[in-house]
């Protein structure tokens, strides 16, 4: 018997079809293309050097989008994931300094205090039930001012007060800001990090239950709810996983810099989501890899760094960004209406 | 093919249930009871009570007055992971899956079977896909690649695999909420047709729709509600799809409504044409 439809009608899907639907794929082509740009244009960027710093600026936007496309995943944004950063690593050095602790607890508290963002921002979603544009959006904004205040009323200047000679700051920078030599280039020990943490949420996404909630809660978080995901507990552990990924970067500057600018930060949210978007995560959630966020990053690190080398302006490297974006946003459209079409 | 099961104790009862919202009784005094291997219809107008009805059986909602027993004791359930546990499994029309995900993952969302010990615990990816390709299969489904996302089956196809996957869980009563209102007639006819294939499993099905033709072509109980209150429960042997079709339509409404109408229309209509053709001449 061959009911539950037309069996004639429905072919299986070739191999190369099942490739292109790939939420990967137009990011992949994305970051030859911009690659090949760049090793066209800019003679500094052919060398390995140049590969390093590329893979060093591509690190820090990506060990970030590795939540936010995680939480995007899971059908969720978090606008104040650029600023939680740099609450994170102010929060470090100023509980290390002002308290004169090791600087490992002053780390562990900054910890709580990012899981602790993460974990209002996702209970207010999950409680309210309001879009996480606008609860992030508030918490974007209560931070921008709190790291700008805070920092000035405890330090009396606009930056974290230096921690260099503090107990404890040679080991954390070793675990958050070493070096390490591949054959005679030096490289950033966040690349590493980076790739570990794409490796572990790429076995979550695709190996665990709970990566099947993730895809579920952002799919139809109500389906998933009647065969009784716990899809609000899957939302908030997102938002804290986005703490935590801040957390990490904003040790990461805190034990690379020794001082944090209280400014900083603001804008860089949107870089990170746009890493998550051209890395092929829909925007309304329900799909997307960790892979294709990595590839995004790429493409924005080379991006960073290959108009330096090219010796373009600057400046110009946010319409980058943006072009790209939309470029990316245009391709995966494309290629998923297409592929879904026979 | 009932007359043998007719006899045994109702799987789940409900008697003289009733629930409100502030001022407004959304139902009364509605009793209800489902056997195995039997399917029961109900049917009603949009604001009948129906969702009400369902929420209360499913376990979303406590009713207000009368009894809920399930297997002779008292439903105590609060959620719908609660409700699965006790055998209750509701498969809704527009929110059984998720269509970015591929049939086996769906298949076992929220009861993911898993092998080696935390925190390498990982999904039993090859059990899942081979126990829902089996389950499907048992069902008489093709699905051409247990990977595809469910998103790309039909909308019949997608019912089916959403009823497959609440009787390999174990459940005891499938309730359908208007499993057949966004399709067409082919796909409606795959779904009725495993609608009886459950009940041949021996399960209690409530099957929920607006459409009496599809109620009569697989039920063996049928209950109208009307404004919150039973407006007919009778078995199949009492009834004739006329019967019911009559019922469902409004009975008595209707046929005022038919008189109404007939009364304009069809007199004036042709006065006015005749008029105009002798213009015309």
């Not at chain 2, 093919?1 to 006899?7: H, R």
């Amino acid at each position: 018997m061959t009911a539950g439809g037309d069996p004639a009608r429905i072919t299986k899907r070739s191999l190369g079809r099942r490739f292109v639907t790939r939420p990967e794929v137009g990011s992949l082509v994305g970051a030859i293309a911009v690659f090949a740009l760049f090793f066209a244009v800019a003679m500094p960027f052919r060398e390995l050097d140049s590969l390093s710093t590329v893979l060093y600026a591509s690190s820090t936007i990506g060990i970030m989008a590795v939540g936010v496309s995680l939480l995007m995943i899971g059908g969720e944004f978090d606008l104040s994931a650029g600023v939680g950063v740099i609450t994170s690593a102010l929060a470090a050095g100023m509980f290390a300094y002002e308290l004169s602790l090791n600087v490992w607890v002053g780390a562990g508290l900054a910890l709580m205090l990012s899981l602790g963002i993460g974990f209002l921002n996702g209970y207010m979603v999950v409680k309210t039930k309001l879009p996480s544009f606008l609860i992030t959006l508030s918490m974007f904004l209560m931070l921008q001012g709190l790291n700008l205040a805070v920092t000035r009323t405890v330090t009396g200047s606009v930056a974290s007060p230096p921690i260099s000679d503090m107990d404890g700051f040679a080991s954390a920078q070793k675990v958050f800001s070493s070096t390490f030599t591949v054959g005679g280039v030096s490289v950033q020990l966040t690349v590493l990090w980076w790739i570990l943490f794409v490796a572990l949420a790429t076995w979550v996404l695709l190996r665990t239950k709970v990566g099947n909630w993730i895809y579920a809660a952002g799919g139809n978080a109500d389906a998933a709810r009647a065969v009784g995901v716990p899809v609000n507990y899957t939302k908030i552990g997102l938002f804290m996983t986005v703490g935590f990924m801040a957390w990490f970067v904003g040790m990461h500057n805190l034990f690379r810099f020794n001082t944090v600018q209280s400014g900083e930060g603001v804008g860089q949210e949107l870089i990170y989501i746009a890493a998550a978007v051209i890395g092929g995560c829909a925007l309304m959630g329900g799909w997307g890899t960790a892979i294709g966020a990595a590839i995004g990053a790429l493409i924005l690190g080379m991006a960073q760094q290959g108009v330096v080398y090219a010796g373009w302006n600057p400046d110009l490297f946010m319409f980058f960004i943006g072009a790209t974006l939309l470029i990316a946003v245009v391709l995966n459209l494309w290629v998923r209406t297409r592929a879904h079409r026979r | 093919m009932t007359t043998t099961i007719e006899a045994s104790a109702p799987i789940l009862e409900l008697t003289d249930v009733g629930k409100s919202f502030g001022n407004i009784h959304a139902l009364r005094d509605v009793s209800l009871s489902v056997r195995a291997g039997e399917v029961t219809c109900i049917l009603g107008d949009n604001g009948a009570g129906k969702s009400t009805l369902i929420k209360i059986i499913s376990g979303l909602y406590k009713h207000d007055t009368g009894t809920y027993h399930v297997a002779g004791k008292p439903m105590n359930c609060s959620s719908p992971r609660d409700a699965l546990d006790c055998g209750i499994a509701t498969v809704y029309q527009d929110l059984a899956l998720v269509p970015l995900l591929p049939v086996w993952r769906n298949f076992f969302l929220g009861s993911e079977l898993t092998i080696g010990p935390w925190p390498f615990r990982r999904l039993d990816v090859a059990a899942m896909r081979r126990i829902a390709d089996e389950e499907l299969q048992k069902m008489g489904i093709h699905v051409p690649d247990i990977d595809q996302p469910v998103g790309t089956l039909s909308g019949g196809q997608r019912q089916v695999v959403a009823i497959a996957r609440a009787i390999h869980f174990g459940a005891k009563v499938l309730i359908l909420d208007e499993p057949t209102a966004a399709l067409g007639v082919k796909q409606s006819g795959v779904v009725l047709k495993y609608i009886s294939a459950a009940r041949d499993a021996g399960l209690g099905v409530i099957f929920i729709t607006h459409n009496p033709h599809h109620a009569y072509l697989v039920g063996d109980h049928f209950v109208i509600l009307r404004q919150g209150m039973l407006d007919l429960s009778s078995p199949r042997a009492e009834l004739t799809l006329d019967d019911l079709t009559h019922h469902m339509a409004g009975g008595a409404e209707l046929e005022a409504l038919k008189h109404e109408l007939q009364r304009i229309d069809v007199p004036d209509l042709g006065a006015v044409h005749d008029a105009q053709e002798k213009e015309n001449a």
